[in-house]
């Protein structure tokens, strides 16, 4: 099985930075895409930020555009989120996903996702 541990996750103010790292180990060869998801109090888990290895597409969600940013250290195996200009409305739970379909209509979608860490929470408040 694939194991995702996500960390990096804790309260700061409006405007400030956090950077989510995703721990990947018994990783398989036929993984398709990995990303970050969030699941707010009253909304449904949504996508933040996926990388596909279809086709090298990343997903944003508009509401990250320009203040999120995902990258991968392949060495390590370790996926982050760096999160920057924070909002209050970006407070969640944030959860690392990663997905052995093909393809990236559906990038996404997180019931295209087979495996999901624990989730760490994200509070942005003053």
């Known amino acids: 099985q694939v194991q995702l541990v996500e960390s990096g996750g804790g309260l700061v103010q409006p405007g400030g930075s956090l950077r989510l790292s995703c721990a990947v180990s018994?990783?398989?060869?036929?993984?398709?895409?990995i990303g970050w998801f969030r699941q707010s109090s009253g909304k449904e888990r949504e996508g933040v930020s996926c990388?596909?290895?279809?086709?090298?597409?990343?997903y944003y969600a508009d509401s990250v555009k320009g203040r999120f940013t995902v990258s991968r250290d392949i060495v390590k195996k370790t996926v982050y989120l760096q999160m920057n200009s924070l909002k209050p409305e970006d407070t969640a739970v944030y959860y690392c996903?990663?997905?052995?379909?093909?393809?990236?209509?559906?990038?996404?979608?997180?019931?295209?996702?087979?495996?999901w860490g624990q989730g760490t929470q994200v509070t942005v408040s003053s």
């Open positions: 018994g990783f398989t060869s036929n993984y398709n895409a």
């Open positions: 990388i596909s290895r279809a086709d090298g597409s990343i």
């Open positions: 996903a990663c997905s052995l379909r093909y393809g990236s209509s559906w990038l996404a979608d997180p019931s295209q996702y087979h495996y």
